[in-house]
């Protein structure tokens, strides 16, 4: 694929994408606020800076996209640039990084993929708030 933007044009674009307060992610956050679910935001010194965090739990939440986070990259990779190939590559090693170092760390951590949100983001909730209270009991359990 090549890009068919000039630089000046490519930067713009690129500008405009958010990297936080997504659409998928304002829906999870909206859901999981209605069932009661308390949680910070992008919070800083954890490893990534994931979308919703449960610290009573030890949950974090990466609402993720499709194509920038690589959901099934192998299958379309070599449909992509050079460029983009690399960064989608660089995004994926950085998020298991991520994930590895929050594991090691006592956090669960869920991955919410963008597609998901858009066919059942109740159900994606429902992974969420399991998650939580099933952590939650079991801090409340170990402080017993």
Same mark, same amino acid.
């Given at each position: 694929m090549v890009d068919n933007l000039t630089p000046k044009q490519r930067s713009y674009?690129?500008?405009?994408?958010r990297s936080k307060d997504t659409t998928p992610e304002l829906k999870i956050r909206r859901l999981s606020?209605?069932?009661g679910l308390r949680f910070r935001k992008h919070? &800083? !010194?954890?490893?990534?800076?994931?979308?919703l965090v449960f610290s009573s739990a030890r949950v974090a939440v990466?609402? &993720? !996209?499709?194509f920038w986070h690589g959901w099934r990259f192998p299958q379309w990779k070599d449909k992509l640039g050079k460029y983009w190939r690399q960064k989608i590559e660089g995004n994926r090693r950085r998020d298991q990084r991520n994930f590895k170092k929050l594991r090691r760390e006592g956090w669960l951590v869920l991955r919410i993929w963008e597609h998901e949100v858009k066919k059942n983001a109740e159900a994606c909730v429902d992974r969420i708030e399991a998650a939580v209270r099933a952590r939650a009991?079991?801090?409340?359990?170990?402080?017993q």
């Open positions: 674009t690129m500008s405009r994408i606020h209605a069932r919070k &800083d !010194g954890l490893a990534g800076r994931p979308d990466f609402v &993720d !996209g499709d009991s079991e801090s409340a359990r170990d402080r």
